[in-house]
């Protein structure tokens, strides 16, 4: 299944997306929860009801409603740095023994189409697409063996990194965190329908020029190690997301750089699990509220 956060009218809930278009599972099953991670609390027997809701039940035209982020506010937002051996060339640094993990905080979470701001405070802005895993079970020291069965599903992720903040310190929260640098979707595809998560292409196009191309065969911790790993320190719950990390390609390391500004578009495609596009624009006057 294509799990979907979307609005239409004035309600934001979720649902699951076809060829037809979108099932809204309030009205096919609305014994389900309404939003996403109610849903993937509810476990299996949730996945179960909202796929037997299918047959049969109205589609909405994909064209008439708003796809949202899956999931609005994660628990958890990680992310893995230096994960490919060709971005960690481009980078200057050597492959890492261990997995480089990082927060993103969950506030910087947005949807499809919707805008990346370029900053007050830089214009240093860099796209990282990367394929996200999607916790779907609460889980502590799991085994690289068992790891599957806690994942719910797989998203698109666009790693947003203002680099100068980024790299003038020694952590690299803030220059991952700021508001909008978390676009996330267009949808979780389910686990299941990925026969194998570690054998997809994976390309980024800025303004229609491809930026980076590559294949998550080809990361240095797989979704699988990287599971095991930070469930061997801390709790993992549904609806936690972890982007994966980045492929060569980022526009920092391109001679010159070539950085994100207004007007700019980017699309990042995984086969099998979909595209996602955001505009870049820049800050609002209002964001201050
Ligand atoms: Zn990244």
Known sequence: ???????HGDHTRIGVVDDAGVVDLSSAAPELPHDMLAFLEAGPAAMQTAAAAQDGAPRIALSEVRLEAPIARPPKFLAIGLNYADHVAEGGREIPEHPTVFNKQSTC???PGEGIHVPRASHV???????GFVIGRRCRHVSRDDAA?????????????????????????MGKSFDTHGPIGPWIVTADELADPHRLDIRTWVNGELRQESNTKELIFDCFNLVEHLSTAFTL????????????GVGIAMKPPKLLAAGDRVRIEIDGIGALENPVIDEPEDTAS
């Open 109 to 111: 979470v947005v949807g």
């Open 149 to 173: 069965d806690v994942i719910a599903g797989y998203t698109v992720v666009n790693d947003v990194t203002v680099r100068d903040w980024q790299l003038r310190v020694p952590t690299w929260t």
């Open 237 to 248: 719950e549904p609806g936690d997301v972890i982007a994966t990390g980045t492929p060569a």
């Open 1 to 7: 299944m294509k799990l979907v956060t979307f609005s």
């Open 125 to 131: 802005v860099d796209y990282e697409g990367e394929l």
